[in-house]
Every structure is written in C-alpha cells, then in structure tokens.
C-alpha cells in the first residue's frame, strides 16, 4: 500500500513556491490516491494536471499500481485546515458547534487555536420602538466547532 504522508510530503514539495496549500491527502486500501488543495487566488485546472504529472513521475507504478487524482476542496465542503479560514476572511460562513448550535456571521479573524465570527442579532434597545440589528463579535475555539462551511449568496 502507498503510504499517505509519502503522498503529502511529494505534494508539499511539488507546490513550495506557491500559495497552493494542501486541503487533504486519501490513501485507500485498494491505492486510490486523491489529493485535495487550495489556494488564496483559486487554483486552475491546468495547475492540478501539472500536479498529476509530477506525481505520477514521483510514484514508482511498477512496484504498486494506483489511481491518482488531484483537485480542489469543494466549495461546499466543510473547512478541514487552517489555510482555508485564513481565504475566507471577510466572507460569510456558517458554523455547526458541538453542542448543536448553528452561528451565522462574517469571518473575521482566526488563530491556530480559535476563530472569531461577527454575528448579527436583533437587540430590543431600552426604549427604542424596534429592535436594531448589532454586529457582535464571537470567538469559537477550534475544538468547539463541529463544522465550518463558507455559504454561497446569490444576491
């Protein structure tokens, strides 16, 4: 079988240089290896089959046959590192927490340890008529977060 963290350390060296970063390696039992990464400025498709090139060069096919494929992290997928909170800074995700609460706000700032959402609520002031809509700043401690998906406005 084809060792993961062989795969990921080709990958690393394959994309030093650029601001490509690696989403997640897989390794299945049967060799189906895919690889997924991500990028600040997007990655092309041109980029991903250079990849598959210098890959498949790395990777000895005569000693253990494999199918390989290189691609980006879905759009709609949850985040899985921290390089893909960091490109999504400014935009609007949604946050599943542990305990099952579901947070909706603009990512703000992120740290290795946690992130901070500005979240939207409508607060009923003293003596005003209608409760105003207050941007409040909410830190989640990466444990605490189950899952962290970008949401897609089509306005």
């Known amino acids: 079988m084809i060792d993961k963290n062989e795969v990921r350390r080709l990958v690393e060296e394959a994309i030093a240089g650029t601001d490509a970063f690696v989403v997640d390696v ?92 500005e979240v939207t609520r409508k607060v009923k002031e003293p003596g005003a008529k209608r409760p105003v809509m207050v941007a409040e700043p909410t830190v989640i401690p990466m444990a605490q977060a189950k899952q962290v998906c970008y949401v897609i406005n089509f306005k």
Not at 43 to 65: M, Q, V
Not at 75 to 85: C, S
Not at 91 to 108: F, I, P, S
């Open 26 to 117: 897989t390794v299945s039992a049967a060799n189906d290896i895919v690889v997924e990464l991500d990028s600040a400025t997007g990655i092309d498709l041109d980029f991903c089959a250079d990849l598959n090139r210098s890959l498949n060069e790395k990777l000895d096919r005569e000693d253990e046959d494999y199918s390989l494929e290189v691609g980006t992290a879905s759009l709609t997928a949850p985040f899985k590192v921290k390089g893909q909170y960091e490109k999504n800074l400014g935009n609007e995700v949604e946050v599943l927490t542990r305990d099952g609460k579901k947070l909706k706000g603009v990512l703000t700032a992120v740290t290795d340890e946690d992130f901070t959402l």
